[in-house]
């Protein structure tokens, strides 16, 4: 598979070049390696060239990968998160980046306190208002992390978007601009958040650019997929 490690090397130029633009070192971007619909002995190739964070969009599949590839990498849920999953994603997944809701939070809530495990999470912010599309609105945002202080195993780290898919991805930009904007003024109103989980392999550079501190990119480390 010297193929995924050549696209995952310049997948990692990419990252390290944007973020000099955005004056930062490429140390300050984390890569999420999109593994959803690839399968195991692909995703394996991947940590073998180097890819430490695995981004899986249902649940039910990351179980199977995780069950055949153990601890070798470190798993977030980067899809929709449905309730009656919450116990599974709990005991699978390293970090959900899509916490949406504060009914979500009191599930995983209960469910981390049975297995005495902490949740590392991100709330998902529908910068773009899109219906289509989960997410909490950024109005949602403040009382989500209000009712989080009173959740002693969940911890909220930072904030994720997918905003719309647009052909230019400079188009895309203000979008971005707009989660940052959010999480510093969230910081400033005592909700310290560290993370900025937005890019994919259509526009990363221009979220490093923005601020980005995790991508995630598949295609351009794994080649075309089917949904």
């Known amino acids: 598979m010297d193929e995924i490690h050549e696209r995952l090397e ?80 709990v005991g699978l997944f390293d970090r959900i980046q899509s916490l949406d809701s504060i009914r979500l939070a009191e599930e995983l809530e209960r469910h981390a306190a049975e297995t005495g495990r902490r949740v590392r999470c991100l709330i998902q912010v529908n910068v773009g208002g899109e219906e289509q599309k989960n997410g909490a609105s950024e109005e949602e945002v403040r009382p989500l992390l209000e009712a989080v202080r009173g959740l002693p195993h969940i911890l909220v780290e930072g904030l994720m ?3 719309p898919f647009l052909a230019d991805p400079e188009a895309i930009r203000p979008f971005f601009r707009r989660l940052r904007v959010l999480r510093d003024k969230l910081a400033r109103d005592g909700f310290p958040l560290a993370d900025l989980s937005m890019g994919m392999t259509h526009d990363f550079e221009v979220a490093i650019e923005e601020g980005a501190t995790l991508v995630r990119v598949g295609t351009a480390i794994f080649g075309p997929r089917g949904e």
């Open 161 to 163: 978007a997918i905003p």
């Open 10 to 89: 310049a997948v990692r130029r990419r990252i390290g070049a944007a973020a000099e633009r955005s004056g930062r070192p490429a140390s300050a971007v984390t890569l999420v390696a999109v593994s959803k619909t690839m399968p195991v002995e692909t995703v394996r190739a991947a940590i073998a060239a180097g890819a430490a964070i695995l981004g899986e969009n249902r649940v039910q599949e990351a179980r199977d990968k995780i069950a055949a590839l153990g601890g070798a990498a470190e798993w977030h849920l980067i899809g929709h998160l449905q309730t009656n999953k919450v116990k599974l994603a």
